[in-house]
């Protein structure tokens, strides 16, 4: 399973901006995905968590994005999104896309990545 983020780039505070990803899984592949989601990473910090979303739905936020970022998955199309709303300079960062693949035959690394995309606020 691999993971392609695309979406990203520059605007101002206030603005909105969408990031996509999109895990390629072979046509009778025995992996499904589970929790898919988006870390971000800016320089200097360590990763954090932005949003998780579960095969069913159901969702979690980081404190600092809630109300603001809405993240969706497509599980026919195998796609996550997150659109960022009222963007602010502490949102600047590098984005990460990551899915949960089962079955896992490494617990607990259970998890693949995307290459990440740059997200830059100008205030």
């Known amino acids: 399973v691999q993971l392609q983020a695309s979406g990203g780039g520059l605007v101002q505070t206030g603005e909105s901006l969408t990031v996509s990803c999109a895990a390629s899984?072979?046509?009778?592949?025995?992996?499904?995905?589970?929790?898919m989601g988006w870390y971000r990473q800016a320089p200097g910090k360590q990763r954090e968590l932005v949003a998780l979303?579960?095969?069913?739905?159901?969702?979690n936020y980081a404190d600092a994005v809630k109300g603001r970022f809405t993240i969706s998955r497509d599980n026919a199309k195998n796609t996550v999104t997150l659109q960022m709303n009222r963007l602010n300079a502490n949102d600047t960062s590098v984005y990460y896309c990551t899915a949960e693949v089962l079955p896992c035959f490494k617990p607990p690394d259970c998890n693949v990545w995307g290459q990440g995309t740059q997200v830059t606020v100008s205030s």
């Open positions: 979303i579960t095969k069913s739905g159901a969702t």
């Open positions: 899984v072979d046509s009778g592949s025995i992996f499904t995905l589970a929790r």
